[in-house]
């Protein structure tokens, strides 16, 4: 799948297009449950991942630091890192993964 970062194991991947797996397959892969209730799910869960990766720190979405809450140096790291993991999802705006990220 070329919307998603290439790190992303091959179960995961498959399961962006089509929510396919059970509440104990997605446990043994350690997915929350949540993913599993609606397609967007697993797009959350990668999104928050990948952005923690990127800055070093959770995103709101996952009880990290809100945006007043962030240097001036990190608001830049974390609007790169929301651009970047935008594009690898199949998007170039901020917006749309302000969704999964929050603000």
Not at 8 to 25: K, M, P, S
Not at 45 to 60: F, H, I, K, M
Request: aromatic residues 4%; proline residues 4%; neutral net charge.
């Amino acid at each position: 799948c070329s919307l998603v970062h290439p790190g992303v194991d091959h179960a995961v991947r498959h399961c962006l297009g089509i929510a396919c797996l059970t509440n104990a397959e997605a446990t043994s892969r350690g997915l929350p449950l949540f993913a599993l209730h609606q397609m967007h799910g697993l797009r959350h869960v990668y999104d928050q991942n990948r952005d923690a990766e990127l800055t070093g720190w959770s995103c709101p979405a996952a009880v990290g630091p809100v945006a007043r809450e962030l240097t001036l140096e990190q608001r830049e790291l974390d609007r790169k890192a929301r651009l970047t993991s935008s594009r690898e999802l199949g998007h170039e705006r901020e917006a749309v993964v302000a969704t999964y990220l929050g603000r």
